[in-house]
């Protein structure tokens, strides 16, 4: 069993930054590719990026590429997104999940592969 928590969203202007976190709970955290995916008002859930239990590789959305990056403490049990260079069309609810199995690109952006969901955490960019 892995529980998640996000923490880091809030209100930035077009162009600043954020850094979200997931704090994870359990032993076995290390063991898990983490993924973020994000879901605005009105659309689906979209993959945003995803790193493999041993820190890497890194895949990541082509919308977000050269902006956002992941990563992950396997000693704190936090995995990291990055956010710069924001968008207006990046406001979201910005979620992470954990996955175990998601070795290639196609699971990791898939919402199937993983079994375990945070609540959210809301990233709102004004123009």
């Known amino acids: 069993q892995v529980q998640l928590q996000e923490s880091g969203g809030g209100l930035v202007q077009a162009g600043g930054s954020l850094r979200l976190s997931c704090a994870a709970s359990g032993r076995t955290f290390n063991s898990y590719t983490m993924g973020w995916f994000r879901q605005a008002p009105g659309k689906e859930r979209e993959f945003v990026a995803a790193?493999?239990?041993?820190?890497?590789?890194?895949y990541y959305a082509d919308y977000v590429k050269g902006r956002f990056t992941i990563s992950r403490d396997n000693a704190k049990n936090t995995v990291y997104l990055q956010l710069n260079s924001l968008k207006p069309e990046d406001t979201a609810a910005y979620y992470c999940?954990?996955?175990?199995?998601?070795?290639?690109?196609?699971?990791?952006?898939?919402?199937?592969?993983?079994?375990?969901w945070g609540q959210g955490t809301q990233v709102t960019v004004s123009s």
């Open positions: 999940a954990a996955g175990r199995g998601v070795a290639t690109m196609t699971p990791a952006r898939d919402p199937r592969s993983y079994d375990y």
């Open positions: 790193i493999s239990w041993s820190r890497g590789p890194t």
